[in-house]
């Protein structure tokens, strides 16, 4: 479907007893608007007296059978669906922006780096996706460390155990909604001298309609800080 069109369902992919995945479409809004014609499906007392005389009987089942038979043109925009896109190792999707999932395994399949520079390459992949990972300055610290002039190389266990703990957040990492205006918004920051989190409320970034009282905002000392 190259053109426009008012009904544009998700889509929902689905796993299968045999782990495959089954690609369903959400057509919930659709339903409610389809004029439904009134045709009952025959029962047993309807049918059987149709099979008298038969000696040989079977069922069919054509395989993925939906491929099989076209849509009359006139119902196609009706059944249009959105396919997630990739876009820069991201997917992007009706719940919001995920990581994509190749770049995800290529990072969670990288071996333990061996020296500075292999450090750089899988740092670099991990902070690529960084906004996945809540507090991935601290999860890494002990890795970026090693990074220091005056740092001796050496990857000991409290290293692999960094980055295997950012390995499993990226894996199990949840979508990011799309930035919304009309929705309320929260931006919090870390006040480092008095090791307090500032938060400031709004429907948009601008008008500010509340501000946390009790933390250092605009000129205002938190309680820690009143006697510096």
């Not at 009134?38 to 149709?50: G, H, M, N, S, W």
């Not at 670099?124 to 002039?149: H, R, W």
Request: proline share 7%; hydrophobic share 40%; aromatic share 8%.
């Amino acid at each position: 479907m190259v053109e426009p069109t008012e009904w544009c369902a998700p889509m929902v992919p689905i796993v299968k007893k045999n782990a495959s995945v089954r690609i369903c479409v959400d057509l919930k809004r659709l339903n409610q608007a389809v004029k439904r014609e009134r045709f009952i499906l025959p029962t047993l007392e309807d049918i059987a007296p149709k099979l008298s005389g038969a000696s040989v009987f079977s069922t069919l089942d054509a395989s993925s059978g939906f491929w099989q038979i076209p849509l009359d043109p006139s119902c196609v925009k009706l059944t249009t669906f959105i396919t997630p896109l990739q876009y820069f190792s991201h997917t992007i999707g009706h719940d919001g922006i995920k990581p994509d999932a190749t770049m995800v395994k290529a990072i969670t399949d990288m071996p333990s780096p061996t020296n500075v520079a292999e450090l750089r390459q899988i740092l670099g992949m991990i902070n690529y996706l960084g906004k996945f990972v809540p507090d991935l300055s601290t999860e890494l610290q002990p890795v970026t460390a090693l990074l220091k002039k005056e740092a001796i190389w050496f990857c000991q266990e409290v290293h692999e155990q960094a980055l295997d703990k950012v390995k499993c957040k990226l894996a199990t990492a949840l979508a990011l909604a799309y930035y919304d205006s009309e929705k309320p918004t929260i931006v919090t920051w870390m006040n480092f001298a008095c090791k307090q989190t500032t938060s400031l409320w709004s429907h948009s970034l601008t008008p500010m309609i509340s501000i946390v009282p009790h933390y250092g905002v605009s000129g205002y000392k938190c309680a820690s800080c009143a006697s510096m």
